[in-house]
């Protein structure tokens, strides 16, 4: 079976890198807040092109903890997609502020600006824009947006790491930029972190004293934080990970070229292709397909494992305790595409053969 994710085909050099990063963080006797962090995040600012990369628990808690930082809360409106993990929702309701769904683009599952714009409200406060699949696209377009609403540009860019345009990287566009570091984004640890990246000293602060209680000095609270913070393990072993980000990177990429050059079956449809390569770094690669559960079956039968990411739009969860405001001409390009993606494998160890195998069944499929 083709997997989506196969840790176990990792080569050994980084297992074993990260055994010994963690039987390093073992002998310090230091495991919460201590130099394995601040070296990662050093280096996480440094690739991300910002000033500070602060670690947190998880990806949500990023989001949450950059609304809470930017002073976003109770009564506020924050405008964001239907088409995004839950985490995504679920952060800006811990905010106490209010979640405003956006439709998609039907070309690449992408929040709509103009749909956006309808959502706008005298309390409106951000945009969380999040970076689906691992693209990354008209940031120009957003950021005047936000300008001349007045209101925060906060990127989730759980999926989107090292996505770049002209070589800015994501999360350096807006106020702060969210990352999840749950093991299966393309830069992952072995279990959950997060961090966000600013070019806001002030906010930087304000986020690094969120993280850990609220705390400016040790037993000095001065605003209700969270426990949020990246151990030093999972730290140590992202240290180890990062030094493999760009090949695995430029893997995924070759892997996606390979699809779009060579799947040539009607019955399915491919994502819009990023103008540049290095906009998309292919979190996932996703199809969409009018009889899923059918191409699903004749995956699997071939050998391919597939996923689907999303089948149930944030506005339909059966959690929501109430009806979020949306645009008002509807969410049709999010539930369709809800309804309609798949995606299929595309992590870097698979071999061109299994690429192969993959174009193959896509190919062999018949409605």
């Known amino acids: 079976m083709i997997l989506m994710n196969d840790f176990n085909a990792e080569p050994d050099e980084i297992k074993q890198e990260m055994i010994l990063a963690a039987e390093r963080v073992i002998q310090s006797g230091w495991y919460v807040l201590g130099t394995e962090v601040e070296s990662f995040e050093t280096s996480w600012a440094s ?10 628990g998880n990806g949500m808690d990023a989001i949450e903890i950059a609304l809470r930082a930017l002073g976003i809360g109770k009564g506020d409106e924050v405008i964001t997609t239907s088409m995004t993990a839950y985490a995504t929702v679920l952060a800006i309701l811990r905010s106490g502020a209010i979640p405003v769904i956006a439709d998609i683009n039907k ?25 689906l ?11 005047d947006f936000c300008r001349s609403e007045r209101i925060y540009l906060i990127e989730d860019c ?26 299966t984004k393309n830069l ?76 040539m079956c009607n019955n399915i449809h491919c994502l819009e292709k990023p103008e540049k390569k290095e906009s998309h770094t292919y979190h996932q690669f996703v199809i969409t397909c009018i009889n899923r559960a059918k191409l699903e079956i004749h995956l699997k039968n071939f050998g391919v494992q597939s996923l689907i990411h999303y089948p149930v739009p944030i506005h339909l969860q059966k959690a929501n305790s109430y009806t979020f405001r949306r645009d008002p001409k509807g969410l049709h390009n999010a539930e369709r595409h809800a309804q309609t993606c798949i995606s299929l494998p595309i992590n870097p160890q698979m071999t061109i053969s299994d690429q192969n195998k993959v174009i193959d069944s896509i190919n062999a499929f018949k409605l």
Not at 133 to 143: E, R, T, V
Not at 213 to 230: A, F, P
């Open 188 to 263: 992952g640890a072995l279990g959950d972190a997060g961090a966000l990246v600013t070019n806001d000293s002030d906010l930087a602060e304000k986020i690094t004293q969120l993280r850990n209680y609220g705390q400016k000095d040790r037993y000095h609270h001065i605003q209700q934080g969270l426990n949020s913070r990246l151990d030093e393990i999972q730290a140590a072993l992202l240290s180890v990970r990062i030094r493999w980000l760009k090949e695995f990177t430029k893997k995924r990429q070759m892997i996606a070229k390979n699809y779009h050059d060579n799947m």
């Open 47 to 56: 690739i991300c092109g910002t000033k500070h990369a602060i670690g947190v």
């Open 107 to 131: 070309k690449d599952a992408l929040i709509d600006l103009e749909s956006a714009k309808r959502c706008v409200s005298k309390k409106t406060k951000a945009v969380v824009l999040v970076h």
């Open 133 to 143: 699949y691992g693209q990354l696209k008209n940031m120009d377009s957003w950021i």
């Open 158 to 183: 759980a999926q989107a790491h090292l996505a770049t345009i002209d070589n800015k990287m994501a999360g350096s566009f807006g106020e702060v930029g969210a990352y999840s570091f749950y093991p």
